[in-house]
């Protein structure tokens, strides 16, 4: 428990998942493939993206902590994803997936969950363009940062898909500087 504290709090020698960056970079933005891998993810529906954020992180770190049909330990990764499809409209729930990529020594056979509504997932192979940033990150900050990225991508006239999108965040709470933050979009349809 621990090592799972300190791993939380101090958010630095993390395993990441793989991906490989495009060697050509734009100023504001990098492109990665990211290989095909497991997470432990969970769903929730809602207005409020922060507050689903933080449910579904409590239902991963149970997990984590031991809280799977194995009773085994998984240590802590990063970065915390949240992949968001956008309700329809102003007024409408969006859907927030949120995940925590298994470490290289779960991939093959990862403990099954035991609380309902975590799941493993197999992620394909997706090419997603990344817009980083620091500070604590809030609704706001995701959303002009998207915005940001989204601009970029235009002007370069490049192919994205602007929904769905994903958030991912790498540090924990405690952590006051150098935090880092980033908004993901996909490259393509066909990874969604």
């Known amino acids: ?40 993810s969970t769903t929730l529906s809602g207005m409020q993206g922060e507050e689903h954020i933080k449910t579904g992180f409590r239902r991963l770190f149970n997990y984590i ?8 330990k998984v240590d ?9 499809v ?25 403990p099954e969950p035991s609380e309902a ?5 197999d992620r394909k192979e997706i090419t997603v363009y ?12 995701k959303r002009e940062e998207l915005l940001k990225l989204l601009e970029s991508l235009k002007r370069d006239g490049v192919e994205f898909v602007d929904k769905p999108y994903y958030t991912a965040g790498y540090d924990s709470p405690f952590k006051l500087t150098n935090r880092r933050n980033e ?8 990874n969604q």
């Not at 031991?66 to 009773?71: C, D, H, V």
């Not at 802590?76 to 968001?84: D, F, G, I, L, N």
């Not at 509504?117 to 997932?121: M, T």
């Not at 990344?130 to 900050?141: A, I, K, L």
Request: charged share 20%; aromatic share 12%; with cysteine.
């Open 76 to 84: 802590m990764t990063a970065p915390v994803t949240c992949h968001v």
């Open 86 to 110: 956008p309700g329809a409209g102003p007024a409408c729930e969006s859907q927030f997936t949120i995940s925590f990529y298994l470490p290289e020594e779960h991939q093959v056979s990862p």
């Open 130 to 141: 990344v817009r980083t940033y620091g500070g604590f990150s809030n609704e706001n900050m």
């Open 117 to 121: 509504g975590v799941f493993v997932e």
């Open 65 to 72: 902590q031991g809280n799977n049909k194995n009773k085994t």
């Open 183 to 190: 908004v993901w979009v996909l490259k393509n349809a066909e």
């Open 1 to 40: 428990m621990l090592k799972a504290v300190g791993q939380v709090l101090f958010s630095s020698g993390l395993q990441n998942p793989k991906f490989t960056a495009a060697e050509k970079k734009a100023q504001d933005y990098e492109i990665r493939t990211y290989q095909p891998a497991k997470w432990v």
